[in-house]
């Protein structure tokens, strides 16, 4: 990405947290677009991820991932927490939480030992004590952690089969879904309840998106 890009990605980047009621610091802006520009490099070399044009990257990767910040900040009040990003990929939303919310010790996950060692490249080019890639498979991890994330992973009954041990008591699931996932919810295992499926407005993105809200329940 160029200087000259990097331009208007900033003033598109500042205008996206606006809509969303987003403040960040000046550096925490500049964390996100060195971000964006590391997930292009290694997209080059590693295929990251199939989105290449810097300006699609902000809104189906950075605005995507930011219109969960603000509902992760509602849901644990402000309060440090422990937090496990599911099959992080390229570590969206991971990273993204992390910058934004230095209280969350963020945990990336992934299978893919490239995506894992990303993370943890961000994680030191960017300065973030707060963030991990971990190379694993979800069911192998313990935890405890209190909210367990995933944007564009498996089905939920799978999302929540596989990571019930790292869930710790009184912990949440935070799933990212497109359209509604009536089909999922209607498929899930008994002692989880949803009790929110909260609609996602993402500036620049006219899809649909919601983020399903569970809980284990005895």
Partial sequence: MTVAEGRPLEAALRTGLRALGLTLTDAQVGQLLD??????????????????????MLTHHLLDSLAVV????RQTGGHAVKLLDVGSGAGLPGVVMAICCPEVDVHCVDTVAKKAAFIQQVAATLRLPNL??????????????????????ASLPDLVNWSARALGEGGVWL???????ADEL?????????????????P??????CIVWLRPVA
């Avoid at 991990?132 to 992973?153: C, K, N």
């Avoid at 799933?175 to 996932?181: D, E, N, S, T």
């Fill in 186 to 202: 209607a498929a899930l295992p008994a002692g989880v309840q949803v009790f929110h499926v909260e609609p996602l407005q993402v």
């Fill in 204 to 209: 620049g993105l006219a899809a649909e998106r």
């Fill in 132 to 153: 991990r890639g971990v190379h694993a498979r979800v069911e192998s991890l313990a935890g405890p952690y209190d909210v367990v994330s995933a944007r564009a992973f």
């Fill in 175 to 181: 799933a990212m879904k497109g359209k509604h996932p």
């Fill in 70 to 73: 603000g509902p992760l900040r």
């Fill in 35 to 56: 971000y964006l520009d590391l997930i292009g490099k290694w997209t080059r070399v590693y295929n990251l991820t199939a989105v290449r044009d810097p300006q699609e």
